[in-house]
């Protein structure tokens, strides 16, 4: 009697287990068809970057030699030197390493002062001036940390997320040390996934 109940069991539990592995595989080939058909930019909001405008010549750039000598810490070496616009502004923007740990600073291009992190407002600016069209901003979060699937996962930390009122709520990310549109994600693409594939 016992091991009739047992067999019975175990038919039982190899059906439902049929039915939950077919049920996956469907969604492992919805999924896969989805991401196939579709514009990965789109999904991934890029369209909606627009590039800000070029920097003007008529700036008169002071030496970077001028900046290095102002760098918080001892400067072992310099990886890298970069001239960037912010709000139409020339930065100098300064990787460097001091004591094997690897920092960056945004100093002025033309006063050589180095400036603190970017702001909230600054990045509202920085947000708006790269995206297309005028949305108002419906929210903005200083991020410090992320989890492993999230949309701004391996990009430069802490940043600024700044959201839109816009239909394709996409979320514009501006990393705080250097001033640079890092990313933009649609907001129903933060977790778009099916079965465990995340974008």
Same mark, same amino acid.
């Given at each position: 009697?016992?091991?009739?109940?047992?067999?019975?069991? $175990?038919? %039982?539990?190899?059906?439902?287990? &049929?039915? !939950?592995? =077919?049920?996956?595989?469907?969604?492992?080939?919805?999924? &896969?068809?989805? @991401?196939?058909?579709?514009?990965?930019? #789109?999904?991934? +909001?890029? @369209?909606?970057? /627009?590039?800000?405008?070029?920097?003007?010549?008529?700036?008169?750039?002071?030496?970077?030699?001028?900046?290095?000598?102002?760098?918080? =810490?001892? !400067?072992?070496?310099? /990886?890298?030197?970069?001239?960037?616009? $912010?709000?139409?502004?020339?930065?100098?923007? $300064?990787?460097?390493?001091?004591?094997?740990?690897?920092?960056?600073?945004?100093?002025?291009?033309?006063? +050589?002062?180095?400036?603190?992190?970017?702001?909230?407002?600054?990045?509202? #600016?920085?947000?708006?001036?790269?995206?297309? =069209?005028?949305?108002? !901003?419906?929210? !903005?979060?200083?991020?410090?940390?992320? *989890?492993?699937?999230? #949309?701004?996962?391996?990009?430069?930390?802490?940043?600024?997320?700044?959201?839109?009122?816009?239909?394709?709520?996409?979320?514009?990310?501006?990393?705080?040390?250097? +001033?640079?549109?890092?990313?933009? %994600?649609? /907001?129903? +693409?933060? %977790?778009?996934?099916?079965? *465990?594939?995340?974008?």
């Amino acid at each position: 009697m016992a091991s009739k109940k047992a067999h019975l069991f $175990i038919r %039982r539990s190899h059906s439902y287990l &049929g039915v !939950v592995l =077919g049920i996956q595989f469907l969604f492992w080939t919805v999924s &896969g068809l989805y @991401f196939s058909w579709s514009d990965i930019d #789109e999904i991934h +909001g890029d @369209f909606q970057h /627009k590039q800000p405008p070029l920097l003007s010549t008529s700036f008169n750039l002071i030496s970077p030699s001028a900046v290095i000598e102002k760098l918080p =810490g001892k !400067v072992d070496s310099i /990886k890298q030197i970069q001239v960037v616009s $912010i709000l139409q502004k020339p930065f100098y923007s $300064i990787s460097y390493y001091s004591s094997k740990n690897l920092h960056t600073i945004l100093a002025d291009a033309v006063r +050589g002062s180095i400036r603190p992190e970017i702001q909230k407002e600054e990045a509202i #600016e920085i947000a708006a001036e790269s995206f297309n =069209g005028e949305p108002s !901003v419906k929210q !903005v979060l200083y991020i410090t940390s992320v *989890g492993k699937h999230s #949309e701004y996962r391996e990009k430069p930390l802490p940043a600024w997320k700044i959201a839109f009122n816009h239909p394709t709520n996409t979320n514009v990310y501006v990393a705080s040390a250097t +001033g640079k549109v890092e990313t933009f %994600r649609m /907001k129903n +693409g933060e %977790r778009l996934t099916c079965c *465990g594939c995340f974008i």
